[in-house]
């Protein structure tokens, strides 16, 4: 019985489009458009659909590439400022901690050192700090901070010049 029903639901659907003769595909566009409407200021529905199926996708991905054995991220999460936070306060923490971290760590004879950090303001509560840091800084020459480049319009305020910087080249085709 549904089944017969849903065959004649879509025999009257074909007949439809096909006397209106276009009006259909206006009727439809109009449709979708509200749909569209709606969700965007009401139902607010294909938002989530988009992140549930972005985290579906990354759940079922085919292709999953192993981490390298080699490569150790240290991440400072909630938990490592909750932890220091007794000892160091809170963030952003003096640059004391991050000289021992590096002392211990180039005692393990790594390949390279990479913060994702950028120091781009002195320590003003520990200056001493700061010549620490550098000093051990200095003392290697495997470890890599970011750099944030600013518009080229600033070149001549700052005491940096690109072409100091080593593998500073063409950016999107701008000499830098």
């Not at 065959?7 to 259909?24: A, D, M, P």
């Not at 950090?117 to 001493?128: A, E, H, R, T």
């Amino acid at each position: 019985m549904s089944l017969n029903f849903l065959n004649n639901l879509i025999q009257l659907g074909y007949r439809y489009v096909y006397r209106s003769k276009g009006r259909f595909y206006i009727y439809l566009a109009i449709f979708c458009s509200l749909i569209a409407l709606l969700d965007a200021t009401v139902f607010h529905m294909i938002r989530g659909m988009r992140f549930r199926s972005y985290d579906l996708i990354m759940k079922n991905r085919i292709s999953y590439h192993k981490a390298d054995s080699d490569i150790i991220i240290v991440d400072i999460d909630e938990g490592s400022l909750e932890a220091m936070a007794k000892e160091y306060g809170r963030w952003p923490w003096p640059r004391q901690v991050f000289a021992e971290f590096m002392e211990n760590l180039v005692e393990q004879k790594p390949r390279a050192i990479v913060f994702d950090i950028l120091f781009s303001d002195p320590d003003v509560n520990n200056p001493d700090s700061d010549d620490y840091f550098n000093e051990v800084v200095a003392a290697t020459d495997n470890t890599f901070f970011p750099m944030l480049r600013l518009s080229s319009q600033n070149d001549e305020l700052s005491q940096i010049k690109p072409a100091m910087i080593p593998g500073m080249g063409k950016v999107s085709g701008e000499d830098q």
